[in-house]
């Protein structure tokens, strides 16, 4: 996702599309241009100026309004930093999967884990699954439909399907005015059940269906 771009001096030197972008946790943009990670500091009507992050760093860079380089001013005071940029960029994964699947936070952790060629150093600066799980709840409440307090609603898609689009939904039925039974299931899961020899029944359920 990381591209570069040659650092120099000269403010008159010839304009390179040598830029990448990700995002910050806040969702604020951040350019990457030869390993390097700027944010944005001021927007014009016709230029953007972005300075390094690195605490003490005047190094920056110029683009127009619509991301296209224009130029660099300064040189670095810091070596590169390739493996902060492997790390943002694995979070931002993890945040998007997050936020458009319902599939569970510590599940994508590792599933990205698995995908992604980090460095040693990535791997070191990587955030423990408890971090994740608890930056990226947030973000998951957001796309997570309110409790009902009624029982008329619908059941999204995503809550009726597995993984593999399997039916989950295995009942749905009013059985009065103000009772509405909803089942949900495998087809191992019923297999299990009709095979049983016996059936433990939860009190207050067996109420319901008497």
């Given at each position: 996702?990381?591209?570069?771009?040659?650092?120099?001096?000269?403010?008159?030197?010839?304009?390179?599309?040598?830029?990448?972008?990700?995002?910050?946790?806040?969702?604020?943009?951040?350019?990457?241009?030869?390993?390097?990670?700027?944010?944005?500091?001021?927007?014009?009507?016709?230029?953007?100026?972005?300075?390094?992050?690195?605490?003490?760093?005047?190094?920056?860079?110029?683009?127009?309004?619509?991301?296209?380089?224009?130029?660099?001013?300064?040189?670095?005071?810091?070596?590169?930093?390739?493996?902060?940029?492997?790390?943002?960029?694995?979070?931002?994964?993890?945040?998007?999967?997050?936020?458009?699947?319902?599939?569970?936070?510590?599940?994508?952790?590792?599933?990205?884990?698995?995908?992604?060629?980090?460095?040693?150093?990535?791997?070191?600066?990587?955030?423990?699954?408890?971090?994740?799980?608890?930056?990226?709840?947030?973000?998951?409440?957001?796309?997570?439909?309110?409790?009902?307090?009624?029982?008329?609603f619908d059941i999204p898609?995503?809550?009726?399907?597995?993984?593999?689009?399997?039916?989950f939904l295995i009942l749905?039925?009013?059985?009065?005015?103000?009772?509405?039974?909803?089942?949900?299931?495998?087809?191992?899961?019923?297999?299990?059940?009709?095979?049983?020899?016996?059936?433990?029944?939860?009190?207050?359920?067996?109420?319901?269906?008497?």
């Amino acid at each position: 996702m990381t591209t570069t771009a040659p650092s120099s001096l000269d403010e008159n030197q010839p304009p390179s599309s040598n830029i990448s972008f990700i995002q910050s946790q806040k969702g604020k943009p951040l350019l990457i241009s030869d390993k390097y990670i700027f944010k944005l500091n001021k927007t014009t009507t016709t230029a953007k100026y972005w300075t390094c992050t690195f605490n003490g760093c005047s190094a920056k860079i110029h683009t127009n309004i619509n991301d296209q380089f224009l130029k660099i001013i300064r040189e670095h005071c810091h070596p590169q930093e390739p493996e902060n940029i492997d790390v943002r960029d694995f979070r931002e994964k993890v945040k998007e999967r997050v936020k458009h699947e319902t599939t569970p936070i510590l599940r994508i952790y590792d599933e990205e884990c698995e995908k992604a060629m980090l460095s040693t150093a990535a791997i070191a600066a990587l955030p423990s699954e408890r971090e994740i799980n608890s930056a990226f709840n947030e973000a998951r409440h957001a796309i997570t439909p309110t409790i009902p307090t009624t029982q008329f609603f619908d059941i999204p898609d995503p809550y009726s399907k597995k993984l593999r689009n399997n039916n989950f939904l295995i009942l749905e039925k009013m059985i009065t005015r103000r009772q509405r039974i909803i089942l949900f299931g495998t087809s191992e899961q019923l297999k299990m059940l009709f095979t049983a020899e016996t059936i433990l029944i939860y009190m207050t359920y067996l109420k319901m269906l008497i």
